[in-house]
């Protein structure tokens, strides 16, 4: 079990961490838009440009990964992270947080380089193994922190949220310290001319034109996870609203429905 030190065990630990940041909070992203005033419609506007600022950053955080390395690449989103935890806390309105909220989705352009230095420290024969480990360990705050960050919302109302998003602050600034600290560097960065980096930006954003090699699992999966995501993210974004609004149920009561999601 050697392999388990290292960037390996850091990145166990860090995720570890952040599920426990993330489970306070994440829950309740559409019922904290509507205490600041937001209508389901901009939610729903709100949740569409947080996954446009999304793909539009990780198809180039893949060439900064190659450009200025993995560690570098998770260090400095994982400091913008914990940026937007603190940011959330102090938004006043809806709008203010549609802002943060897309800059934050922009912030996980490091995502391919969490899975590059991953899969670059696990041996070759322990690469499924500890993939699954890695994913299925640092989750287990997420079986009894939901149903906390329900009840401060419960009893605290937007108060509690604020608590909730100062305590995931406070989590990911560890965090971000620990991943600057303790990762080292699995590949050396590529020698790329300033110039040629804003050609290469573009390059990774005409991301259809690699579709037409795709095999055909690649494919099978690639529209399976496109249909998967169609009938999650209405739930993700509505389940809590309808849960609270129609059904009767509190927030915490919310908190145990909800899936885990990866910093």
Same mark, same amino acid.
């Given at each position: 079990?050697?392999?388990?030190?290292?960037?390996?065990?850091?990145? %166990?630990?860090?995720?570890?961490?952040?599920?426990?940041?993330?489970?306070?909070?994440?829950?309740?992203?559409?019922?904290?838009?509507?205490?600041?005033?937001?209508?389901d419609v901009d939610i729903g506007i709100a949740?569409?440009?947080?996954?446009?600022?999304?793909?539009?950053?990780?198809?180039?955080?893949?060439?900064?990964?190659?450009v200025i390395g993995r560690r570098r690449s998770?260090? %400095?989103?994982?400091?913008?992270?914990?940026?937007?935890?603190?940011?959330?806390?102090?938004?006043?309105?809806?709008?203010?947080?549609?802002?943060?909220?897309?800059?934050?989705?922009?912030?996980?352009?490091?995502?391919?380089?969490?899975?590059? %230095?991953?899969?670059?420290?696990?041996?070759?024969?322990?690469?499924?193994?500890?993939?699954?480990?890695?994913?299925?360990?640092?989750?287990?705050?997420?079986?009894?922190?939901?149903?906390?960050?329900?009840?401060?919302?419960?009893?605290?109302? &937007?108060?509690?949220?604020?608590?909730?998003?100062?305590?995931?602050?406070? &989590?990911?600034?560890?965090?971000?310290?620990?991943?600057?600290?303790?990762?080292?560097?699995?590949?050396?960065?590529?020698?790329?001319?300033?110039?040629?980096?804003?050609?290469?930006?573009?390059?990774?954003?005409?991301?259809?034109?690699?579709?037409?090699?795709?095999?055909?699992?690649? %494919?099978?999966?690639?529209?399976?996870?496109?249909?998967?995501?169609?009938?999650?993210?209405?739930?993700?974004?509505?389940?809590?609203l309808y849960a609270t609004g129609v059904l009767?149920?509190?927030?915490?009561?919310?908190?145990?429905?909800?899936?885990?999601?990866?910093?």
């Amino acid at each position: 079990m050697s392999w388990l030190r290292g960037n390996v065990g850091v990145m %166990i630990v860090s995720w570890f961490l952040f599920a426990v940041s993330s489970a306070l909070t994440f829950p309740y992203l559409s019922e904290y838009m509507h205490l600041l005033g937001a209508s389901d419609v901009d939610i729903g506007i709100a949740t569409a440009l947080g996954s446009l600022a999304n793909m539009v950053a990780v198809l180039p955080g893949g060439v900064l990964t190659d450009v200025i390395g993995r560690r570098r690449s998770i260090v %400095i989103g994982t400091w913008g992270v914990t940026a937007t935890q603190f940011l959330y806390a102090a938004v006043v309105d809806w709008r203010m947080f549609v802002a943060v909220y897309v800059v934050d989705s922009a912030m996980h352009f490091y995502q391919p380089a969490l899975t590059a %230095i991953l899969l670059d420290s696990l041996p070759p024969d322990r690469r499924g193994g500890g993939m699954m480990l890695t994913a299925v360990l640092p989750q287990v705050p997420w079986l009894f922190l939901p149903p906390v960050g329900g009840y401060l919302l419960d009893v605290m109302g &937007i108060a509690g949220m604020r608590v909730s998003f100062l305590v995931s602050g406070a &989590i990911s600034a560890a965090v971000a310290l620990f991943r600057m600290r303790s990762l080292t560097e699995t590949v050396a960065a590529r020698e790329v001319p300033l110039r040629d980096a804003p050609k290469m930006v573009a390059q990774s954003l005409a991301f259809w034109r690699g579709l037409g090699a795709l095999d055909a699992l690649s %494919i099978y999966v690639l529209a399976l996870g496109l249909v998967l995501n169609a009938a999650s993210v209405p739930l993700q974004r509505f389940g809590v609203l309808y849960a609270t609004g129609v059904l009767g149920l509190d927030d915490a009561a919310w908190g145990p429905y909800r899936a885990p999601r990866r910093e």
